[in-house]
């Protein structure tokens, strides 16, 4: 289980609080280690608990009636997953599918309810960030209706690496199929171009950035839009630098 004030400080929403109000929500957090594919909510559903990622990161995925789904947001330590908790509902808008396996701070939906009632400070800093998220959605949209397959994955493997913190990572056929909403032969194609152009490596399983500067001049632009709509929300730069 991670340490109580180290993990409090690597997720970026929670450093971004007053340090009383960060140490009283520590004390009512529970810390968890999630596990790859685990289901933490579903759509439609009620939301049990709302997450801070401190060491992992989870796939919000959107279920398409006779399809697999598609990957609409990807949220790591620099976020949370229940940010919809802010309009006082507890359905869930989308699957919570993690992607990486690691630490992360849980707390009860009703009592994370009532700590946003009674706290002006940490309601302020999650309307901004439920205002990126927003514009995340919106982003992945235009991306997945005009943006190449190529340029969409280059640009979602640099949002994986970033919220892994790592140049390596573990992705299954599965979440390859969520992320893009293609054909698996489409994703092949895609990736087969990144491996030729010496962008990235993969062997069982295992995703190794190559060229990460290369990899984003391949990248579409909303790579650095959603980047730049984090800074200047938030006001501070996305901890998204390789290990």
């Not at 004390?27 to 909510?41: A, K, M, N």
């Not at 707390?107 to 990126?132: C, D, H």
Request: proline share 5%; net charge positive; glycine share 8%.
């Amino acid at each position: 289980m991670p340490d109580s004030a180290q993990s409090a400080r690597s997720n970026q929403l929670l450093a971004g609080l007053p340090q009383p109000l960060r140490n009283r929500l520590i004390g009512r957090f529970e810390p968890v280690e999630l596990q790859t594919e685990e289901l933490l909510c579903t759509a439609g559903q009620r939301m049990r608990y709302v997450f801070f990622p401190t060491r992992s990161f989870i796939s919000l995925i959107l279920p398409l009636e006779g399809h697999p789904g598609i990957e609409v947001g990807l949220v790591g330590n620099e976020g949370m997953v229940g940010v919809s908790m802010l309009l006082g509902l507890e359905i869930a808008p989308t699957n919570a599918l993690v992607q990486g396996p690691g630490a992360a701070w849980r707390m009860e939906t009703s009592a994370f309810l009532n700590e946003i009632k009674r706290s002006p400070p940490l309601r302020q800093l999650l309307n901004r960030y439920l205002y990126v998220t927003l514009g995340q959605l919106a982003q992945n949209t235009g991306c997945t209706r005009f943006h190449l397959v190529e340029a969409r994955l280059a640009r979602w493997l640099l949002m994986t690496r970033d919220r892994a913190r790592s140049n390596e990572f573990y992705i299954t056929h599965a979440f390859l199929s969520y992320m893009l909403g293609v054909r698996r032969a489409g994703i092949t194609r895609a990736a087969l171009s990144l491996r030729k152009r010496n962008l990235i490596r993969y062997s069982r399983g295992v995703l190794t950035v190559v060229d990460g500067r290369g990899l984003e001049e391949v990248a579409c632009s909303c790579y650095a839009t959603l980047k730049d709509d984090y800074t200047r929300v938030l006001g501070k730069l996305l901890p998204f630098e390789a290990a």
